[in-house]
DNA sequence: TTGTAGGCGTTATCAA
DNA sequence: TTGATAACGCCTACAA
């Protein structure tokens, strides 16, 4: 395994161990002849400087790293692509790193923090209910990116992102209702769930409330446990047991457009039709939403816009104000899709 | 940024640094009293070992690292759940290394491989043409997995995983014609794309001629260019430009399930029907088709069973034979959805 | 324009 | 069971 190091080329070149260096990063002060023969030989050998030696001495790198939880949840991916494009164009390194489900993202953050010596970090997702002490321990500054602000007063000490779920949520259903719906049930997770889960279930119940409409705990159907209770599979098995159960109701709020989705599947194998026998209505605003047939009637989260906040947050942070944690609240568009209807009184 | 390091715990507890790293990576050989009590000030002083230094003077490391090139393509995302956990059962550390579309995944790996001192590696997707030469300047084992094989020869150099692109896209071609289609158009990449897009169409080619049908030039319809070209918006964009030139056709087959649900939207929203106006195949099998309404009749393959082979091949050249370097090609399934239909003459 | 040497924060080796 | 010390591979003063 003996790799070819710095001084292998050095020595090969018969030059010191600064003068590669100074070729290999483009340094100044270099003899361009000198500069030429030692990458030649660095091609010819395959020499590939090693990284951890090198963020090890650096003192500081122009990278930001954006943390995820779940990873492959479509949501973020527009997002994604959108810190991307934003940190390359600031001549930033982007480090995405995934953070298993059972991972503290503050650990992995403070972990590469060092290890990289980061600029500045993006928690992507996610719903923590972190300490503000444990989000001290970082020390450079970081954003907290749509994710759930179930403890507003702690949010506030941080800089964020994000649109307010319950509020949408009760746009949503308020909605519902306006198209004569009150019989609208819930597809929703568990009672202990802290997550979106928690703020979009309020928002129901407050738009219920407005409507003058009494929340019946027979029309809330608990998504599977686990980490895919938010998928399209979740959405499918939960409302195909909603199905045998008869339940009466024209309208399924879903929370979010991946289980909306799951629940037209199951409608309409179940030989009803969505709008016409339920109005279904998702939260997220999802590209396959769209197109979808029948296209999700949804709150649009604006993922792109609110990528580029983040990062402008964050930039404004590194580069001037580290003390100005603002806190962007985003409104969600209400799409109307062709998945809900006015209900027809017979 | 003066940052806590292991010199101030030993110092702080008034012990060596190397009893330190005792207790902080398990070595045996410690006592158990003191252990606790650097444990104690390790965790009050918020010290977090530095990663960099770490992989430097590690002589291995039990990590393997997945390379993906479009990570948000959501046919990855199971096969990265698997990767996750079948890395992990291992006992091995995961790493999702996301490679830039303009990067090269193997400088990514050459680097990545000094940098964490690798074990594995696994090329995920994309559709490379890299030399032999290049490959082979990586040390530690590495599997293509569902990686286009062009190159047939050159893939059977490495260890690798993947359906037969050009069989299966013959298969379900081959099954359209069964249907009784004769005019089918493809949804197709560029002419010159050198990636699963040729392989396909070179089976949607062979399946024509088979049936006796003759290839027309007409019947292909390039999608838009650039790295989405396989995305749902690539297919619903492409296909309302087909429906404008209102081409004679009764079948389209679309080269990825994310085209072909492009497809279906696009036909719908003309006032057309899927099957009934028009039958749409597409190829991957991804979730969502099953899903979609009409669900897409497709080739699915087999993603887990395929990440769980990748994972096979890479433990076995890590343990035992490095030089075994197996191609292995699994059968796609053609999943009948209600996308298609039998032709009906009139 | 170039080379020497010290140190980044760890782990590994060896002696105590 | 512990501690000193030499690497690990690189960058960066500083000296030449």
Known sequence: MESVTIKDIARMCDVGVSTVSRAINNSPGINVATKQRILKVIEEN?????????????IKSETIAVLVKGINNSFFSPMITEFEKGIQDEQYTFILQRVDQNQDEIDVALEIEKEKKLKGI??????????KE????????????TIGMQD????KEFASVAVDDEMESFKIVDYLCSLGHKKIAILAASEDDESIGKLRMLGYKRALKKNGIE???????????????????SGYITTKK????DVQCTAVYAITDAIAIGAC???WESGKKVPDDYSIAGFDGLEIARYYIPSITTIRQPVEEMARETLRLLF?????KPNIKDNIIFSGELIVGESTKRLELD
Chains 1, 2 share one sequence.
């Open 46 to 58: 395959n020499y590939v400087p090693n990284n951890s030696a090198r963020n090890l001495k650096r």
């Open 122 to 131: 993006v928690f992507l997702g996610g719903y923590f209910s972190h300490s």
């Open 134 to 145: 444990k989000l001290n321990k970082l020390k450079v500054p970081f954003v907290l990116s």
């Open 152 to 155: 507003i007063e702690l949010h």
């Open 215 to 233: 929340f019946d705990k027979n029309l809330v159907f608990e998504l599977i446990e686990g980490n895919d209770r938010y998928s399209v599979k």
């Open 242 to 245: 909603m199905l045998q159960l």
């Open 265 to 267: 599947r199951a409608i």
């Open 316 to 320: 404004g942070m590194i580069n001037n």
